[in-house]
Every structure is written in structure tokens, then in C-alpha cells.
């Protein structure tokens, strides 16, 4: 499985971004998939996920500005991040769960396989 990150840049307080995760490998529509953040010098975290069914979970920080989304005709999964905040800047990568009709799980742990990151900064 592959997962290649895109979209991450520069923007001020305020902006907007959306990253894409487009997967190769697998039968891209039976999996959940995650995007986790990690600030410089903090431990990864949870952003948001979706289920193979369409299901979302967000970090409760990021709710209502941002939105997971999957485009299973293009083996894409989205993250529209809206009303950026400092405290947003983060590298982000995408992950998806190997297991066929899998639920969003919060854990890095849980996820098997992972994109490159790609770098958000956000000035204030």
C-alpha cells in the first residue's frame, strides 16, 4: 500500500487549506482512513477519520473547521481545514486501517499504513 500526502503550505491565521491522501494497493473503499498531525517536538495525534461506511470522528479542537472526505472513485481522502490556527501547524499525514470495513480508531498504533506528511504552518 501506498499513500501519498499533498497540499500542505503556508497560510496566515484565519486561511484555509485542503490536503489530499491519494492510496494505492488496495481496494481503497473497504478501509478507514486517518489524518494525524505532529507539532514540532510533540508526539502524533489524531486529527480526523473516516470509515469505510462514511462515518467521521474529529479531534474535538478542530471540529467545525475541519472536514474529512473521501472520494472512493479516486482512492482519495480529503481534509478541508478551514478558519487556520496557529496552533494548527503541524506536519500531517494520512494512515489507513488494513482491516476490511474497519471503524476510525484514535491510536497511531492502530493504523498500518502511512503517508510521507506533509508540512502545515500557520502564521498568526
Known amino acids: 500500500v501506498q499513500l501519498q500526502a ?3 503550505g503556508l497560510v496566515q ?15 481503497f473503499r473497504w478501509y478507514a482512513m486517518g489524518w494525524f ?7 502524533r495525534e489524531f486529527v480526523a477519520g473516516i470509515s469505510w461506511s462514511g462515518i467521521t470522528v474529529y479531534k474535538e479542537s478542530v471540529k467545525g473547521r475541519f472536514t474529512i472526505s473521501r472520494d472512493n472513485s479516486q ?8 478558519s ?8 500531517y499525514y494520512c494512515a489507513l486501517r488494513d482491516l476490511r470495513h ?3 480508531l484514535l491510536t497511531p498504533e492502530s493504523y498500518d499504513f502511512w503517508g510521507q506528511g506533509t508540512q502545515v504552518t500557520v502564521s498568526s
Open 75 to 82: 482512492n482519495t481522502v480529503y481534509l478541508q481545514m478551514n
Open 6 to 8: 499533498s497540499g500542505g
Open 13 to 27: 491565521a484565519g486561511g484555509s487549506l485542503r490536503l489530499s491522501c491519494a492510496a494505492s494497493g488496495r481496494t
Open 102 to 104: 474497519s471503524s476510525v
Open 84 to 91: 487556520l490556527k496557529p496552533e494548527d501547524t503541524a506536519v
Open 37 to 43: 498531525r505532529q507539532p514540532r517536538g510533540k508526539e
